[in-house]
């Protein structure tokens, strides 16, 4: 049987159950991709070789036999862990994150590494320490960031699934992007464990998938309660795939948030595209509500300082005593601590701990990183009160499509507002998907996300899969990854 590189996940274990195709095909099939394409990609930094991927035991699992790959932030055992970093250069991971370990146990293959922007840091895919990630639907343009690899890889049909991770839109964005679904947990979903920490109080693991069925297998097989994260939620495990029949739950309302549509400088396509997904969920039957939340236009600076603030505190711990890089030429403790982080870090994270240090430092903390921590509770009363009268809010998830390499080259405040409609998400703690609805006249992918109140994730995904079915846009692939 020729398996098609664009299958689902629902599509791949069909073939396996039917014994059209085995894992052990499958595998091959997916490792052969990257060989073939990722050059011009740039989507992984490693793919593991064959023997050291099989033999995990599950069979029965909802994702046995299906190949993925992890961004480089996930811890998975034995393996390399940089975070597309110099700093971490050949550091190898002594455990799985939880989210790995579950995965295996689930009889899922995780093939290799994906490329990111360095420690997660950045909007693009450009930062990382040894290679940009392109986007599969124009290889001039950006895969978004910072999980452009995962996703990059999902979108030119390397693999069926993801993992990413999200502090401020980092899997929603490059989702948006590059034409695939993109998940967004509820802060605690899933255990953070394991994933090397940026913003702790912003940071979460994110699903990447072709459509919203898969995305919901993902998510049914990591989500739940780990004792070792603090933060995890005591969510009982579910099947995430239960309530997707293509049709909305009776009554439904969808908020559209006036004020994010009328945003200056979104891009008129998007706009439209936007407008037209909402269109499709009325007609399928939802009852649209118009409303506005003006704290969103504080969000970015609120953000920018809390995530700055805890990169710092976050990245101290690479300092050339403990593991990965260590410079040579030091002859002091303080000599050391300098010259690895100079030589390991590159420029957005070194700006991005400069701003932190400065925002916790005496005299500037109450100023700047208390004051974030009140627009950041703001945010949230915000959307609590416009979840009692929807159930879902419907927006864009960028402003402009997928821009050309080093069009912010000079502008990267430009870059970093181009989170605008994702970053409330992360500061509020909910949860959102990224829906492919729609393409530009350069056929550019265009995505909308719809948004809910705390651990509604199984609403989200039934409302997202009735208008994906409705709709053609999960079915179209970009060229030349035949």
């Not at 994933?195 to 979460?204: C, E, F, I, K, T």
């Not at 097989?221 to 995890?232: E, F, R, V, Y």
């Not at 949230?380 to 419907?394: H, I, M, N, T, Y």
């Not at 998907?433 to 992918?445: Q, Y």
């Amino acid at each position: 049987m020729k398996i098609n590189p664009f299958a689902t996940i629902k599509e791949l274990k069909h073939s396996i159950s039917s014994h059209e195709t085995s894992a052990d095909t499958l595998l091959d099939f997916s490792i052969d991709r990257f060989k073939k394409y990722d050059s011009k990609v740039g989507s992984a930094l490693e793919i593991f070789e064959k023997k050291s991927i099989l033999g995990q035991t599950c069979t029965q699992g909802m994702l046995s036999g299906i190949p993925g790959i992890l961004k480089d932030n996930i811890s998975q055992k034995d393996r390399r862990l940089g975070c597309a970093s110099k700093i971490l250069d050949n550091f190898v991971s002594p455990y799985d994150s939880t989210a790995s370990l579950r995965l295996k146990q689930d009889g899922a293959l995780l093939i290799g590494r994906g490329n990111c922007d360095e420690f997660a840091m950045g909007t693009s895919g450009e930062t990382s320490a040894f290679k940009k990630t392109a986007n599969p639907w124009n290889l001039s343009r950006v895969a978004g960031g910072s999980s452009s690899g995962p996703i990059a890889a999902v979108a030119a049909g390397f693999v069926p699934w993801s993992l990413g991770s999200e502090t401020g839109g980092s899997v929603r964005l490059p989702a948006a992007f590059c034409g695939v679904v993109g998940l967004k947990p509820t802060y605690g979903l899933i255990s953070r464990y394991g994933l090397v920490a940026y913003g702790s109080s912003l940071d979460q693991i994110g699903i990447s998938t072709r459509t919203v069925y898969d995305n919901a297998m993902v998510l049914s097989t990591i989500a739940g309660q780990d004792l070792k994260d603090s933060t995890s939620l005591a969510v009982d495990k579910k099947d995430y795939t239960e309530l997707l029949n293509g049709s909305l739950r009776d009554g439904l309302r969808i908020g559209i948030v006036d004020n994010a549509m009328e945003l200056d400088g979104i891009d008129p396509e998007i706009k439209k595209s936007v407008q037209d997904a909402v269109k499709q969920l009325e007609d399928l039957g939802a009852t649209i509500v118009h409303l506005n939340l003006p704290a969103m236009d504080y969000t970015a600076a609120a953000y920018f300082i809390i995530s700055r603030a805890e990169a710092a505190s976050n990245l101290a711990r690479f300092d050339g005593v403990r593991y990965g890089l260590r410079s040579k030429d030091s002859k002091t403790l303080l000599d050391l601590y300098e010259n690895t982080r100079y030589e390991g870090f590159g420029d957005e994270v070194k700006r991005r701990i400069m701003v932190g240090n400065y925002v916790l430092s005496s005299g500037h903390q109450d100023e700047y990183y208390g004051n974030a921590r009140k627009v950041q509770q703001a945010i949230r009363r915000e959307f609590e009160d416009a979840f009692k009268g929807v159930d879902l809010l419907a927006m864009p998830t960028h402003s402009i499509p997928a821009f050309k390499f080093d069009a912010f080259k000079d502008n990267k405040l430009a870059m970093d507002l181009l989170d605008y409609f994702t970053l409330p998400i992360n500061l509020a703690g909910i949860p959102a998907l990224s829906v492919p609805c729609g393409f530009t006249k350069d056929n550019l992918p265009i995505g909308f996300q719809l948004v809910g109140a705390h651990l509604s994730e199984q609403l989200i995904y039934q409302t997202a899969h009735a208008y994906e079915q409705a709709t053609p846009w999960h079915t179209m692939h970009p060229q030349g990854f035949e």
